[in-house]
T-cell receptor, first 110, second 113 residues
Framework: DAKTTQPPSMDCAEGRAANLPCNHSTISGNEYVYWYRQIHSQGPQYIIHGLKNNETNEMASLIITEDRKSSTLILPHATLRDTAVYYCIAVNTNAGKSTFGDGTTLTVKP | GAGVSQTPSNKVTEKGKYVELRCDPISGHTALYWYRQSLGQGPEFLIYFQGTGAADDSGLPNDRFFAVRPEGSVSTLKIQRTERGDSAVYLC???????????FGSGTRLTVV
């Protein structure tokens, strides 16, 4: 699996967009970008994934650069409940395991 | 069930004892994963099952750790001769197919004293 790099922490004001970056410069053509988040004392929760096109669902949007070396997870209107650790991982669907880094701790402030 | 169920939610054991951690995946999910997570760190891969077989056990730290999934649904992670360094949250996840998108359980917090 390609290594991903994320900032250790970020703050965001409640109601504003939270933009969480992820660098995956060594990603290969068959690896998807997946995002999960983990709220204290719970297991990680799937948010969104994509290969090369931008994706949007009810939780977030995922913007992947054309060269696929980086991506940004966008929470359009952050709430206090979005405070969590966000993980970006590169997933090879031909392999079983996925490698998590230490993620970004997002703190949404009132 | 509606989600991935892990039991027990908390386990305290003495150093040297044997423990079993259970994972009940989402019905119909063929892939099952075990991860463990230490405080302040991301989940660390342990083992991956596709059906009944362990397709990748490269993350098991040593031979004290073993996992089974005999009927392709429930899985048990077994730890022999527990050590204090085994203390962590053990997470189980399942997915429809390999790496489709995990659904995690809430984990078992293992404390070895």
């Amino acid at each position: 699996d390609a290594k991903t790099t994320q900032p250790p922490s970020m703050d965001c004001a409640e109601g504003r967009a939270a933009n969480l970056p992820c660098n995956h410069s060594t990603i290969s053509g068959n690896e998807y970008v997946y995002w999960y988040r983990q709220i204290h004392s719970q297991g990680p929760q799937y948010i969104i994934h994509g290969l090369k096109n931008n994706e949007t669902n009810e939780m977030a949007s995922l913007i992947i650069t054309e060269d696929r070396k980086s991506s940004t997870l966008i929470l359009p209107h952050a709430t206090l409940r979005d405070t969590a650790v966000y993980y970006c991982i590169a997933v090879n669907t031909n392999a079983g395991k996925s490698t998590f880094g230490d993620g970004t701790t997002l703190t949404v402030k009132p | 069930g509606a989600g991935v169920s892990q039991t027990p939610s908390n386990k305290v054991t003495e150093k040297g004892k044997y423990v079993e951690l259970r994972c009940d995946p989402i019905s119909g999910h063929t892939a099952l994963y075990w991860y463990r997570q230490s405080l302040g760190q991301g989940p660390e891969f342990l083992i991956y099952f596709q059906g009944t077989g362990a397709a990748d056990d490269s993350g098991l730290p040593n031979d004290r750790f073993f996992a089974v999934r005999p009927e392709g649904s429930v899985s048990t992670l077994k730890i022999q001769r527990t050590e204090r360094g085994d203390s962590a949250v053990y997470l189980c996840a399942s997915s429809l197919t390999a790496n489709y998108g995990y659904t995690f359980g809430s984990g078992t917090r293992l404390t070895v004293v």
